[in-house]
């Protein structure tokens, strides 16, 4: 081993919006631990609990995460997201205090953060992961605004890595690929997915569904799958992504229910299952796209993020979509038919970049 490479200490600080933004730091983490890096996390919460069961041996410090609570109805969402700036913006200032403190007590060579504002600093650095670098609201004067927010924010790190696909045919379209880019280096590192294909899959369910999502939209979602699996004797894998909580039974027969799946089970039931159905959020989608395999997505009502992802892999025809307050039994049933073209994409592009971020240190 180059001793280049040895014992880099690094911060990886995920945001809490889902688990989507801890699940796809588990692939760096990986990497960056074949590189000899001393890896601590700071999160809290379900963020914490999923890498600490990925990663137990790892440091752990304590970050309060950002609380956004969502809208029940789709039409208050941006309003409810407009009314919580002022408490976004009071934590963005708060995380990076906190990292000022975090820093002089263990002078980290590297931070990396996904999606957290507040955690670029002067005196190390530090990586800002996204794939939006446009936030779509479906108002272009307001999308521009954002955009220029967005980028003063991301401006202050030292780089911004993009987990995408840099040429015309990739997975998130417009919000990774913008007219303009930040000011600072950005490299595309290619979709992160913990999985790898394994070619020898036997089908051991029709219909796989991972729940994700903030509440109360996650109960909703939860609610209608089940409602659409009373109509079939189809059986059903139903994963709820609830880490840490105890299983609950459930009276359908044809579902078995899991509250949470490790990486490796996780694996090995997406390759088990013919059809994968699931909120479009976007680690899913990407993890989903590396092992080829049909999904159904369904944006979250008023995420419009989601909503322009899903109309962006229906157009490709990588995924059949529809919108959650539509029919679910009848959509599960015209996907069965629905004619795919799944890409083979290559999901170790992260690590050239992740290598030479290391050695620059």
């Known amino acids: 081993m180059n001793t280049a490479l040895r014992h880099k200490k690094i911060l990886i600080a995920p ?57 029940k109805f789709k039409r208050f969402l941006p309003f409810k997201i407009l009314i919580q700036i002022p408490k976004i913006l009071r934590i963005i200032r708060f995380e990076h205090q906190w990292l000022k403190k975090i820093l002089k007590q263990h002078r980290f060579d590297a931070v990396i953060s996904d999606n957290r504002y507040g955690f670029f600093s002067n005196d190390c ?39 995408d696909l840099e040429g015309c045919i990739n997975i998130a379209g417009d919000l990774s690929h913008s007219e303009s880019l930040p000011n600072i280096p950005v490299k595309y590192i290619g979709p992160l997915s913990r999985f790898k294909k394994n070619r020898n899959d036997k089908i051991t369910f029709k219909w796989m569904v991972i729940i994700s999502g903030p509440e109360p939209q996650r109960s909703i979602f939860e609610q209608k799958i089940f409602e659409a699996a009373s109509t079939t004797n189809e059986n059903f894998l139903i994963v709820r992504g609830l880490p840490g909580e105890k299983e609950k039974d459930f009276s ?55 909503e322009y992802l899903a109309s962006h892999l229906s157009k ?24 795919y073209n799944l890409p083979d994409i290559d999901c170790q592009l992260h690590e050239t970049v992740i290598k030479n971020f290391v050695q620059s240190l």
């Open 15 to 71: 945001l809490d919006w889902g688990l989507g933004h801890a699940t796809r730091c588990i692939t760096i983490i990986r990497y960056l631990e074949t590189l000899n890096c001393r890896i601590t996390v700071a999160a809290s919460g379900k963020t914490e609990t999923l890498l600490k069961n990925e990663f137990p041996h790892l440091s752990y410090l304590n970050l309060p995460g950002y609380k956004i609570a969502y809208s």
């Open 252 to 306: 359908n027969q044809n579902c078995k229910v899991l509250n949470h799946l490790n990486t490796t089970e996780m694996q090995q039931a997406i390759q088990a299952s013919e059809f994968i159905i699931s909120h479009c959020g976007y680690t899913t989608v990407m993890e989903i796209l590396s092992l080829q395999k049909k999904s159904i997505l369904i944006p979250t009502p008023g995420q419009t993020e989601q």
């Open 316 to 339: 490709q025809n990588w995924a059949y979509t529809f919108d959650q307050k539509e029919d679910f039994a009848f959509h599960l049933n015209k996907a069965t038919t629905y004619t």
């Open 125 to 163: 650095i530090s990586v800002f992961i996204t794939h939006q670098l446009k936030i779509k609201t479906n108002i272009k004067a307001l999308d521009k605004i954002l955009q220029r927010i967005n980028y003063r924010y991301i401006n202050r790190f030292s780089e911004c890595w993009i987990p």
